[in-house]
Nanobody, 118 residues
Framework: QVTLVESGGGLVEPGGSLRLSCTITGRAIDSISTAWFRQAPGKEREFVAALDWNGGRSNAESVTGRFTISRDNAKNTVNLVMNSLQFQDTAVYYC????????????WGRGTRVTVSS
């Protein structure tokens, strides 16, 4: 069984930073591709950033230069460092994973809420 548990969300002022973590059990972090998605109030879930099993990275244009995805093999976690946070970054952030050779993200966490407010 594969489980993903997010942590690190909270309330932050505009321009501030947060670090989200996703702890994965049931798969080695470097054997699966992982990603962060988010869903803002009243909007559909959207892609934020991905880190493939082979180390390849991608991210949404809206977070380029501000968000960085990484992984810690020893802790089996994937992290998202978010800098220069903006009001529009307010959302529930979800961690997702998919096995090699599988296109769709099959494994999902329950999410962690990020609120950017002054």
């Amino acid at each position: 069984q594969v489980t993903l548990v997010e942590s690190g969300g909270g309330l932050v002022e505009p321009g501030g930073s947060l670090r989200l973590s996703c702890t994965i059990t049931g798969r080695a972090i470097d054997s699966i591709s992982t990603a962060w998605f988010r869903q803002a109030p009243g909007k559909e879930r959207e892609f934020v950033a991905a880190l493939d099993w082979n180390g390849g990275r991608s991210n949404a244009e809206s977070v380029t230069g501000r968000f960085t995805i990484s992984r810690d093999n020893a802790k089996n976690t994937v992290n998202l460092v978010m800098n220069s946070l903006q009001f529009q970054d307010t959302a529930v952030y979800y961690c997702a994973g998919r096995d090699r050779g599988v296109a769709a993200y099959r494994y999902w966490g329950r999410g962690t809420r990020v609120t950017v407010s002054s």
